[in-house]
């Protein structure tokens, strides 16, 4: 079992930064690929960005590439989304969540392969 806890959600104006945290108990967290996902209102939940178990690899979503890092820390069990240059359309409840691939340096943009999810975050962006 993996618990995972989100925070650093909140209001910004258009352009602005944020920086989501992720935190991680339970099973060990190096063995797990770990990804951001999103769901906005009247929306289906969509992938934005991942990154491998070791750290090594990363995935993100066209819509957010260039703007969004995510970045892990194994030792603190952690991982971040720092988020700049935020537009309206990127306004929705972010998801972390936890993937055990088997392999330290696959990622994966599958909602349906992440077995642990976090309660989620709300990021609004005012225009």
């Known amino acids: 079992q993996v618990q995972l806890v989100e925070s650093g959600g909140g209001l910004v104006q258009t352009g602005g930064s944020l920086r989501l945290s992720c935190a991680a108990s339970g099973r060990t967290f190096s063995n797990y690929a770990m990804g951001w996902f999103r769901q906005a209102p009247g929306k289906e939940r969509e992938f934005v960005v991942t990154?491998?178990?070791?750290?090594?690899?990363?995935y993100y979503a066209d819509s957010v590439k260039g703007r969004f890092t995510i970045s892990r820390d194994n030792i603190k069990n952690t991982v971040s989304l720092q988020m700049n240059s935020l537009k309206p359309e990127d306004t929705a409840v972010y998801y972390c969540?936890?993937?055990?691939?088997?392999?330290?340096?696959?990622?994966?943009?599958?909602?349906?392969?992440?077995?642990?999810w976090g309660q989620g975050t709300q990021v609004t962006v005012s225009s």
């Open positions: 990154i491998s178990s070791n750290g090594g690899n990363t």
């Open positions: 969540a936890a993937a055990d691939l088997l392999v330290s340096f696959r990622t994966s943009t599958a909602a349906n392969e992440y077995r642990y």
